[in-house]
C-alpha cells in the first residue's frame, strides 16, 4: 500500500475514531441529562400531587378522582397510590409508548428516571404512598434529535477535516513523488535533480539526492572529458584536430562495408607548395595555414550531413559525404573557400587540387581510393587550383531518381516486400546475448532483397522511414512471438523517425499490444541521430522504458564529448562503432580510450558492446577491455565454424 494511502486511512480512521466517540459521548451526556430532568420532574410532581391531596382531607374516592384526572391529563406512565399496609388505593399505567423514536434505538439507550414519590396524610394519620413517573416520549424524541444534531455537526467537521487534510496531503504528496520520481530516475540510470521541497524533512531528502546526483554528474564529466583527451590523441591529428590518417581510413572502411551503408561520395584534397610557405614563412605559418584550411574542411563536412574530415599526411585531406548532397556543387564552394584562405600564405595561382568519387555499397576500399587519388592527379597535373571527378559505376539497375525511390519504398511498405536478417551479439562468454535484425527490401517483384544502406539514406530524405521502422518493429515482435526461446531481438529506428511524433505515439502503442514480447525488444539509435533530435529521443525513451524495451545507441563514440547529454535517458547498452575496434590488438590509443569508456558505462549500469569485430584477436581485446559483447564478422564465422567461443 501506497505512503499515501497510509496516510489517508490513517485519516479516516482517525476522523472515525473521533466521530463514533464523540457520538458516543454526546448520547451518554444527552441521555443522563435527560434522565436527571425527569428524576426531578417525577419527585417534583409527586411531593406537590401528594401535598394537594392531603390538604383536601383524601379518602379512597377522592384519591381515585384525582389519580384519574391526572393521569387523563396524558403527562405519566405511572400514578399509583398504595395504603400503609400496601395495598392499591388507585393506579392508573399506560400501555406500550408510541416513541418519537425508533425502538431498536429505545432499546439500545433506554432512558430510565428515578419515580417520584411522595407520602399522603390527613393530619398527623398517614394515608398511603404516592408513585410517579413522567412520560418519557418526548425525551426519547429529544434524544434522537439530539443524535442527528450531533451526527450532522460532527459528518460537516469531518468533510471540513478531509478537505483539509487532502491540501496538506497534496501539498506534501507533489514534493514527496519529486523525490520517489527521482530516486526511480537514478535506478533507471537518469541523474535528475529536482527543485527542494519546502517540508523541511523532505528538504533533507532532496537536498542529499540532489548532492549524489551533482557528484555523480560531476564524476562522469570529468572522467568523459578524460576520455575525450584520450580519444583525440589516439584518433585525431594533434595540429588540426581533425581525424587522422588511421581512424579516417577505419571510419571509410566500416562506412563502405556496415550494413546500413549508403552512397556517398569520397573527396582527396591537397594543398599546394606547402614546401615552399616553410620555407619562405617558417613553420608557425605553415601551421597557421593548414590549421585554417582544416577549420574550412572540418565546417564543410559538419555534423549534421554525416560527414568525415581528416588530415592523411602534410598536405592531404580527405572528406567523406553522405548521400544527400550534390557533391560536385559543394567541392567547387569547397575551392572557392580553400583559394580564399590560401591566398597569404601561397605564391602563384595554384593554391588545391580535389578529386572526388561516389560509391555505393559494396564498394571495395582499395579500389576507391585508386580511382579517387587518380583523379586528385588528374586535378594537379592541371598545373591550377582544379577538381576532377573520378566516375565510379554502381552497378545498380535498381531505382535511380527519388521519385522512383519513393515508389519503390512504398509499394514495399504496401505488399510487405519486406524482412528482416538476423545476425548474433554474443556476450563476454561467448552465449547469444540477442539477434541484431536489419531490414532488408525488395523493390520489385522477382527481383533483390536491398541491404538497408541502399534505400535508408534515401526513405531519411524522403520522410518515410516512419512506416519502415514501423514495419521492422511488427516484424520483430512477430519473430519474438513465434520463437519464445530467443532471449532478445534489436532492431534499429531512424533518426527522422525518432523526431516524429506520430511514429512515436504508433510505436507505443503497438508495444503495449505485445507487452510480453516487448520486454525481449532491443531499440537502439544511431549516436548522430539521438543527439541530433535529443528532446524527442527523451521523451520516446522515457516511453520505452515504460513498455519494458531495452534502449541503446549504435555507431557510438564519435560523439563522446557530448556524453554529459545523455545522464537523463535511462539508456541500457552502448554499441562502440567498428572503426574504434578496426586493430584494436596494436591500437593503445584506442584500447585506453575504450577501457576507460567500458569503465565509465559500466558505472551507470550500462552494457557496452562491440561492432564490427573482424578478428580473433580483436574479440579477445575486447574482453580484456571490460566489453560485455561484440558482434561483427568474428562472431558470425565462429557461430557458422562452430568455433569455440
Not at 500500500?1 to 490513517?10: E, I, K, N, T, V
Not at 529521443?537 to 522504458?545: A, D, I, T
Amino acid at each position: 500500500m501506497s505512503m499515501y494511502r497510509q496516510f489517508w486511512l490513517a485519516i479516516i480512521t482517525c476522523m472515525l475514531l473521533a466521530f463514533g466517540g464523540s457520538l458516543i459521548a454526546s448520547m451518554l451526556s444527552a441521555r443522563a441529562y435527560l434522565e436527571s430532568q425527569l428524576s426531578i420532574k417525577n419527585s417534583d410532581n409527586a411531593a406537590a400531587l401528594a401535598l394537594s391531596m392531603s390538604q383536601s382531607n383524601p379518602d379512597a374516592v377522592m384519591i381515585e378522582l384525582t389519580v384519574a384526572a391526572l393521569f387523563d391529563s396524558g403527562h405519566y406512565e405511572l400514578v399509583r397510590v398504595v395504603d400503609p399496609e400496601g395495598r392499591t388505593i388507585a393506579e392508573r399505567a399506560s400501555g406500550p409508548l408510541d416513541l418519537d423514536a425508533p425502538e431498536w434505538f429505545a432499546r439500545w439507550l433506554p432512558i430510565r428516571a428515578v419515580p417520584g414519590q411522595a407520602q399522603i396524610s390527613k393530619g398527623w394519620q398517614q394515608v398511603g404512598t404516592l408513585t410517579l413517573i413522567s412520560d418519557s416520549r418526548l425525551a426519547y424524541g429529544a434524544l434522537w434529535d439530539n443524535v442527528w444534531q450531533t451526527t450532522g455537526a460532527l459528518a460537516l467537521a469531518s468533510l471540513v477535516g478531509g478537505f483539509l487534510g487532502s491540501i496538506i496531503l497534496g501539498r506534501l504528496k507533489a514534493p514527496l513523488q519529486a523525490v520517489i520520481d527521482q530516486a526511480t530516475a537514478i535506478s533507471e540510470r537518469r541523474f535528475v535533480t529536482i527543485a527542494e521541497p519546502t517540508v523541511p524533512e523532505l528538504r533533507r531528502l532532496a537536498l542529499a539526492m540532489n548532492s549524489t546526483v551533482g557528484r555523480l554528474r560531476t564524476i562522469f564529466e570529468e572522467e568523459a572529458a578524460r576520455l575525450e583527451i584520450l580519444r583525440r590523441e589516439a584518433n585525431c591529428d594533434p595540429l588540426t584536430g581533425l581525424a587522422n590518417r588511421g581512424h579516417f581510413m577505419a571510419r571509410l572502411r566500416q562506412t563502405l562495408d556496415a550494413e546500413d551503408a549508403g552512397e556517398g561520395t569520397l573527396l582527396l584534397i591537397r594543398l599546394a607548395d606547402l614546401a615552399g610557405i616553410n620555407r619562405r614563412l617558417g613553420r608557425a605559418a605553415t601551421d597557421a595555414f593548414l590549421r585554417q584550411a582544416a577549420e574550412v574542411i572540418g565546417t564543410f563536412a559538419n555534423p549534421d550531413s554525416q560527414g568525415i574530415a581528416a588530415r592523411l599526411n602534410g598536405a592531404d585531406f580527405a572528406i567523406v559525404l553522405a548521400a544527400g548532397r550534390d557533391a560536385h556543387a559543394a567541392a567547387h564552394v569547397l575551392l572557392a573557400a580553400l583559394i580564399e584562405a590560401g591566398k597569404p600564405y601561397v605564391e602563384g595561382e595554384t593554391i588545391v587540387s580535389i578529386g572526388l568519387g561516389g560509391y555505393c555499397r559494396p564498394t571495395d576500399l582499395e579500389t576507391l581510393l585508386a580511382r579517387v587519388d587518380a583523379a586528385l592527379a588528374a586535378a594537379e597535373a592541371e598545373g591550377v587550383n582544379a577538381i576532377r571527378e573520378a566516375v565510379i559505376a554502381a552497378g545498380d539497375h535498381g531505382p535511380r531518381t527519388a521519385e522512383q525511390w519513393a515508389q519503390a519504398i512504398t509499394r514495399a511498405v504496401d505488399r510487405e516486400w519486406l524482412r528482416l536478417v538476423s545476425f548474433p551479439v554474443v556476450d563476454a562468454a561467448g552465449g547469444l546475448s540477442h539477434r541484431e535484425c536489419p531490414l532488408r527490401l525488395l523493390a520489385e517483384e522477382n527481383g533483390e532483397w536491398l541491404a538497408a544502406g541502399r534505400f535508408l539514406p534515401l526513405a531519411e530524405r524522403l520522410r518515410l522511414t516512419p512506416a519502415l521502422d514501423l514495419a521492422a518493429v511488427a516484424l520483430g515482435l512477430q519473430e519474438l512471438t513465434a520463437r519464445p526461446d530467443l532471449p532478445g531481438l534489436a532492431v534499429n529506428l531512424s533518426a527522422s523517425s525518432v523526431a516524429n511524433a506520430s511514429f512515436r505515439q504508433r510505436l507505443l502503442g503497438m508495444l503495449g499490444a505485445h507487452a510480453s514480447e516487448a520486454r525481449r525488444l532491443w531499440l537502439e539509435v544511431a549516436e548522430n541521430g539521438a543527439l541530433r533530435h535529443l528532446a524527442a529521443f527523451r521523451e520516446l525513451s522515457r516511453g520505452l522504458k515504460a513498455a519494458g524495451c531495452r534502449i541503446g545507441l549504435e555507431h557510438f563514440g564519435h560523439q563522446f564529448s557530448q556524453i554529459g547529454l545523455l545522464h537523463d535517458l535511462g539508456l541500457d547498452y552502448l554499441k562502440v562503432d567498428a572503426s574504434f575496434i578496426r586493430g584494436l590488438d596494436s591500437n593503445r590509443g584506442n584500447a585506453a580510450f575504450l577501457e576507460g569508456l567500458s569503465g565509465i558505462a559500466h558505472g551507470i549500469g550500462l552494457q557496452v558492446l562491440a561492432e564490427g569485430v573482424e578478428t580473433r584477436a580483436e574479440w579477445l581485446a575486447l574482453v580484456e577491455l571490460g566489453f560485455d559483447g561484440v558482434t561483427g564478422p568474428a562472431v558470425s564465422l565462429s557461430r557458422t565454424n562452430g568455433t569455440p567461443e
